[in-house]
């Protein structure tokens, strides 16, 4: 006897579909206008949940991580001593650095004898956990509530020193 192969059905969970004829409610569609038209009116009246970034800003939480800052200390001196304790503690790896040895005379630029003369990090890779802060022995680096710009190219997102060290004039407003 042939086996009906229409018939088969491997999950065991195969449905017959029957194609019903429509009521003629179901054929005037305004029922169902009416109620997606509800539904719309509905959601119309309900508190919105999109905010006008960035006219209207959501406020963040008190334990937001954001950019990182390279501290200067109470001289205006880069307190980053480049010992690359935060490179070996972050996750992602997305710090770098340079060491440099201080020449004479510029013990006003930076605080120890080694400090960082090219200081990266990738904000691609990096996923805003705090643990660099953490493991910084110089308190020299810290997460801020700033956001991280967009841009539009990948280098754009490897902010050097020019981009993370405090602006001087930031220190000295809050030496006054
Ligand atoms: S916040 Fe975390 S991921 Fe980002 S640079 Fe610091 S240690 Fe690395
Ligand atoms: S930021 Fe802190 S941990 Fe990182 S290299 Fe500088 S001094 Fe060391």
Known sequence: MATDIKSISLSGRKKEVSVKEMTFM???YLPEIAKGMGIT????????????????????????????ILM???????????CGLCAVACPA?????????????????????????????NMLRCIFCGLCEEACPKD?????EDLIKPDFTREGFIYGKDKLVMPLEDKIEKIK
């Open 93 to 121: 790896e997305a710090i770098t650095m340079v060491a440099a040895e201080r020449k004479p005379g510029e013990e006003g630029l930076y605080r120890e004898e080694k400090y960082a003369s090219v200081y990266e990090i």
């Open 26 to 28: 179901e054929k005037i």
């Open 41 to 68: 009116l509905r959601h119309f009246f309900k508190k919105k949940v999109t905010i006008n970034y960035p006219e209207e800003k959501r406020e963040f939480s008190p334990v937001y991580r954001g950019r990182h």
């Open 140 to 144: 020299a680096i810290y997460l801020t």
């Open 72 to 82: 200067r200390d109470e001289n205006g001196a880069e307190r980053c001593v480049a």
